[in-house]
């Protein structure tokens, strides 16, 4: 498992990559990756392409992200790639209400 985030000035994208499983063990990782990163006006994505597994903690994480992403004034945030797995978790949950995935 791991996580990595990049942030591109020049397409205004930071990308927060998740591999293999997804779960409270990431919690303060993921947090880093956004937590002290100036995101105004930043499209924030959730790579997910690479992640096999994902479970409730996740989730909450990504509530997290959301809520961090409103009150900075982050342009968007995206889900990438799930898997079909991770996919049908984020429809349960009607996370597909709450953001935009990308498939």
């Known amino acids: 498992m791991s996580i990595s985030s990049q942030?591109?000035?020049d397409s205004g994208q930071l990308v927060i990559?998740?591999?293999?499983r997804f779960d409270y063990s990431l919690h303060r990782d993921f947090r880093a990756c956004y937590e002290h990163v100036s995101v105004e006006g930043i499209q924030l994505i959730l790579d997910?392409?690479?992640a096999d597994y994902m479970d409730?903690?996740?989730l909450g994480m990504m509530l997290l992200l959301k809520e961090h992403?409103?009150?900075s004034q982050a342009?968007?945030?995206t889900i990438r790639k799930p898997?079909?797995?991770i996919l049908k978790i984020l429809e349960i949950a009607n996370f597909?209400?709450?953001l935009k995935i990308e498939n």
């Not at 990559?17 to 293999?20: D, H, K, P, R």
């Open 48 to 50: 997910l392409s690479s």
């Open 17 to 20: 990559s998740v591999a293999g």
């Open 75 to 77: 342009e968007a945030l």
């Open 56 to 58: 409730s903690s996740a």
């Open 69 to 71: 992403a409103e009150k």
């Open 83 to 85: 898997s079909p797995a």
């Open 7 to 9: 942030l591109d000035q």
């Open 96 to 98: 597909d209400k709450l």
